[in-house]
């Protein structure tokens, strides 16, 4: 399986609560009917001492799973993902992709 991260910045005139309600409701709907897709999670910042130098740089990301690059790349080719591109585009300021391969590392356990 192969990711595709996509992390957004809302629009500088789009309240935040706004951004969100577009991301997880209207948006959301859009990106599931995407050609190929097995799993979609979206994931908020949120302010908390991890936060580097008490600024957000990004107000979340999206996560996509496909089965490998050539099933992302047919689905971004779709009807489905133009309009959703041109929805994002509508909403944001600013959008970064990157297709990834994901390593799942389990838990360190302490022999004790």
Not at 43 to 61: I, K, Q
Request: one cysteine or more.
């Amino acid at each position: 399986m192969i990711k595709l991260a996509v992390f957004l910045n809302a629009r500088e005139d789009l309240e935040r609560e706004r951004f969100w309600e577009w991301w997880n409701v209207s948006h959301k709907e859009m990106v599931r009917r995407f050609p190929g897709l097995r799993k979609y999670c979206i994931n908020w910042a949120v302010e908390s001492p991890f936060t580097s130098e008490g600024v957000l740089p990004w107000d979340g990301f999206a996560e996509l799973w496909f089965d490998d690059q050539n099933a992302a790349e047919e689905a971004y080719r779709s009807t489905q993902a133009k309009d959703a591109t041109s929805d994002t585009k509508a909403h944001t300021s600013r959008v970064l992709r990157i297709l990834v391969e994901e390593t799942e590392v389990v838990p360190i356990v302490d022999d004790e």
